[in-house]
């Protein structure tokens, strides 16, 4: 194994100067897929028959929306498609670090939710999108949530809005780093053919990459949900009304 943990490949860009090229092109690499199963879904609506993808895949849909609608009444039907598109590209993301291409050289692969750089990224789009909802619904009275419900708590109000989008990057960025982890230190101790005396422990630990794998795709799915879920509460939070 020749990966690196935490190493990425980067360009040199004029103005944003140092970026992780191969998380870059993972991500658009992952759009492209996104966009091809997707429209193979879609031409599969043009038989009257139902089929098995078209079940799975409005099941996802149905159950995201209910949940918005659910949390935010009649008012979330409009961030429906959202918070859809949210779950299914984070999911998507998590989910691809699953294919060996890091391991097979190439100059990308992994999840790109395993860098800070893209959990980041979505946190503060997230945040940014409740703040604007939040302000065009209310005004500038928005902010009369953080002196609630005494004025001299403005600071930690404050602190506990801004924190927010930090701890939805940190939980998304930490769980899905801390799988490809694991999956890289067993595949090390497997290509290392380590034996303590009569014990192979390389070939005894072969088996555990399959199971790794499965527990990755069990994490990146709930991290795809909670990462959702909990910009549907922040979102509810924002727009509700005051009683």
Known sequence: MHEQIGEHLVWNLPVLGTVHSDTIVTTWLVMLIALVFFAWIGASYRSPRVTKRQAVLEAIINYIADLVTGVLGEEGERFVPF???????????NQFGMLPFKALGLPFGGSPTADLNTTV????????MIQVVALRK???????????PF???????????????VTLAARLFFNIFVGELLFIIIASIVTARVKIGVLDLSLAASVVP???????????????FLFTLLAIVYLSLAIAEEH
């Open 121 to 128: 990224s979505y946190a503060l789009m997230v945040f940014v």
């Open 138 to 148: 209310k005004g500038l009275k928005y902010f009369g949530h953080l002196t609630k």
């Open 83 to 93: 918070f859809i598109a949210l779950f299914l590209f984070i999911f998507l993301l």
């Open 210 to 224: 399959f199971f790794i794998q499965f527990f990755n795709f069990f994490v990146g799915t709930i991290q795809a």
């Open 151 to 165: 004025a001299w708590l403005l600071p930690i109000n404050t602190l506990e809005e801004l924190v927010r989008p």
